[in-house]
């Protein structure tokens, strides 16, 4: 039966005799349980914070349970949850988690956790059906020596996302979209902003099937079919497929893509403006991704550099460059190369969206225009190697479902090897349409 109807949550601010009462016997079931120094919930006087709301579920007008959230800086916490036995099944613990759950979501975090013990049978069960994933240790659990936890069982739940930089000057995480759930134009909203923002984006533990990866991306732009046609997705044409895997002899997708520094596109009339790559199995080893900040990069060419490149182009040749770049795959066809003839783009890149200026090249450059070869490439050398800096680069370890959306416009990247023979990486990219340079 459940009285759902019947029930208030309530918040309290101090610790009434309804706390105390409910927090004693909570108390009580624990240490019939468990040992001290396995048992970790905060004293009564320390549940009353300014970082932790506290509420007491009502039934009919009876005082049956009671439980806290606490907002941390990058998840909230259950704190002291328990309903008296006379009272579960009724939808009190259901309508405290919603409540918990709304005030997390409130404050603008993406992720709801908690810390049981592992006889809770029960309410392990409630945490499942409400959402919940076991997890591993966090926060100040995380440091605790391992009998203090020997009893213990972690659940996390997103609930909501969150924008999180991840330094002063590029890149920002994503956490706790739930694409099942949808995404409002609002929030649609907030991470376009920080990808224009910050450049690239890390989504954290990020469910997304191939449909849910090219409409998230065309929310961005429109979306850039990728040649040669059969790296793609069978499917689904808008999703390359990067991969070292084979079935029957014949390769699965593109392997040993994208090794050097680039961005894509970036040998074409109308480089491509964003790409969105999704780790489906990811090496456990090596396989990184690095990232270039190249409005920093600009930023700190000296004064005369500046000067020197400004109004200038550097040639980009596919032609030129295809058997250096992917030695392992076909030369060029006659026709390949009329469908992809040198193109020219600015040194100095100004972004439609942001107004910013940021250093172009990378590795389909060749020379400058205007300049004597040799003097330009060696121009193209100089730059090539300030752009690259590790003082600009990020370096992105892969975990299974994370997502990456970095801005062409004003970054390079580059893969790095792993060992194919023993391991397999499976990825997803999608390719957003760009603008010529200007």
Same mark, same amino acid.
């Given at each position: 039966?459940? #009285?759902?109807?019947?029930?208030?949550?309530?918040?309290?601010?101090?610790?009434?005799?309804?706390?105390?009462?409910?927090?004693?016997?909570?108390?009580?079931?624990?240490?019939?349980?468990?040992?001290?120094?396995?048992?970790? @919930?905060?004293?009564?006087?320390?549940?009353?914070?300014?970082?932790?709301?506290?509420?007491?579920?009502?039934?009919?007008?009876?005082? $049956?349970?009671?439980?806290?959230?606490?907002?941390?800086?990058?998840?909230?916490? $259950?704190?002291?949850?328990?309903?008296?036995?006379?009272?579960?099944?009724?939808?009190?613990?259901?309508?405290?988690?919603?409540?918990? #759950?709304?005030?997390?979501?409130?404050? @603008?975090?993406?992720?709801?956790?908690?810390?049981? *013990?592992?006889?809770?049978?029960?309410?392990?069960?409630?945490?499942?059906?409400?959402?919940?994933?076991?997890?591993?240790?966090?926060?100040?659990?995380?440091? %605790?020596? =391992?009998?203090?936890? /020997?009893?213990?069982?972690?659940?996390?739940?997103?609930?909501?996302?969150?924008?999180?930089?991840?330094?002063?000057?590029?890149?920002?995480? $994503?956490?706790?979209? #739930?694409?099942?759930? @949808?995404?409002?134009?609002?929030?649609?909203?907030?991470?376009?902003?920080?990808?224009?923002?910050?450049?690239?984006?890390?989504?954290?533990?990020?469910?997304?099937?191939?449909?849910?990866?090219?409409?998230?991306?065309?929310?961005?732009?429109?979306?850039?079919?990728?040649? &040669?046609? +059969?790296?793609?997705? &069978?499917?689904? =044409?808008?999703?390359?497929?990067?991969?070292?895997?084979?079935?029957?002899? !014949? =390769?699965?997708?593109?392997?040993?893509?994208? %090794?050097?520094?680039?961005?894509?596109?970036?040998? !074409?009339?109308?480089?491509?403006?964003?790409?969105?790559?999704?780790?489906?199995?990811?090496?456990?080893?090596?396989?990184?991704?690095?990232?270039?900040?190249?409005?920093?990069?600009?930023?700190?060419?000296?004064?005369?550099?500046?000067?020197?490149?400004? *109004?200038?182009? /550097?040639?980009?040749?596919?032609?030129?460059? +295809?058997?250096?770049?992917?030695?392992?795959?076909?030369?060029?066809?006659?026709?390949?190369?009329?469908?992809?003839?040198?193109?020219?783009? &600015?040194?100095?890149?100004?972004?439609?969206?942001?107004?910013?200026?940021?250093?172009?090249? @990378?590795?389909?450059?060749?020379?400058?225009?205007?300049?004597?070869?040799?003097? *330009?490439?060696?121009?193209?050398?100089?730059?090539?190697? +300030?752009?690259?800096?590790?003082?600009?680069?990020?370096?992105?370890?892969?975990?299974?479902?994370?997502? $990456?959306?970095?801005?062409?416009?004003?970054?390079?990247?580059?893969?790095?090897?792993?060992?194919? +023979?023993?391991?397999?990486?499976? %990825?997803?990219?999608?390719?957003?349409?760009?603008?010529?340079?200007?």
């Amino acid at each position: 039966m459940n #009285d759902s109807s019947d029930i208030l949550i309530e918040p309290v601010a101090a610790p009434t005799n309804e706390v105390r009462a409910l927090i004693a016997e909570l108390d009580r079931t624990l240490s019939a349980e468990y040992p001290p120094e396995q048992r970790h @919930g905060l004293a009564l006087d320390a549940i009353f914070q300014p970082h932790i709301r506290f509420f007491v579920g009502w039934l009919n007008g009876e005082a $049956v349970g009671c439980g806290g959230v606490a907002l941390f800086d990058d998840f909230a916490e $259950v704190k002291r949850m328990y309903v008296r036995e006379t009272a579960r099944g009724r939808g009190v613990a259901q309508a405290l988690l919603a409540r918990l #759950d709304a005030e997390a979501r409130a404050a @603008g975090l993406a992720m709801l956790r908690l810390e049981t *013990g592992v006889r809770q049978d029960a309410a392990m069960r409630l945490y499942t059906r409400g959402g919940f994933r076991q997890c591993g240790a966090f926060g100040a659990y995380a440091s %605790m020596r =391992p009998e203090a936890l /020997a009893t213990s069982v972690f659940f996390e739940k997103p609930v909501g996302v969150a924008i999180r930089p991840m330094s002063e000057s590029f890149g920002a995480e $994503v956490i706790g979209l #739930d694409l099942s759930r @949808g995404l409002d134009d609002a929030a649609f909203r907030c991470i376009e902003q920080a990808w224009f923002d910050a450049s690239f984006l890390v989504f954290r533990d990020l469910e997304m099937t191939p449909d849910q990866h090219i409409a998230l991306t065309r929310r961005f732009g429109p979306l850039h079919i990728m040649t &040669p046609l +059969h790296y793609n997705h &069978p499917d689904h =044409p808008e999703v390359m497929v990067l991969t070292n895997l084979e079935e029957g002899g !014949k =390769p699965l997708g593109i392997r040993r893509a994208g %090794m050097g520094w680039h961005s894509d596109g970036e040998d !074409k009339q109308v480089p491509n403006a964003g790409s969105f790559l999704y780790a489906h199995v990811v090496p456990p080893e090596a396989g990184d991704t690095l990232f270039a900040d190249m409005y920093a990069a600009y930023q700190a060419l000296p004064t005369a550099m500046k000067q020197r490149i400004a *109004g200038r182009r /550097a040639r980009f040749s596919r032609v030129d460059m +295809h058997h250096v770049h992917y030695p392992h795959e076909p030369a060029l066809t006659e026709e390949q190369k009329r469908e992809r003839p040198d193109v020219f783009h &600015p040194l100095v890149r100004t972004h439609p969206r942001s107004g910013r200026r940021s250093l172009y090249i @990378g590795r389909w450059a060749r020379d400058v225009e205007g300049l004597h070869p040799d003097e *330009g490439r060696a121009l193209i050398e100089e730059l090539f190697a +300030h752009a690259s800096n590790e003082r600009f680069v990020y370096r992105h370890r892969w975990r299974t479902h994370d997502a $990456v959306l970095w801005d062409n416009r004003c970054m390079l990247h580059s893969a790095t090897p792993f060992d194919e +023979h023993r391991h397999t990486r499976l %990825m997803h990219r999608t390719t957003l349409e760009g603008e010529v340079p200007a």
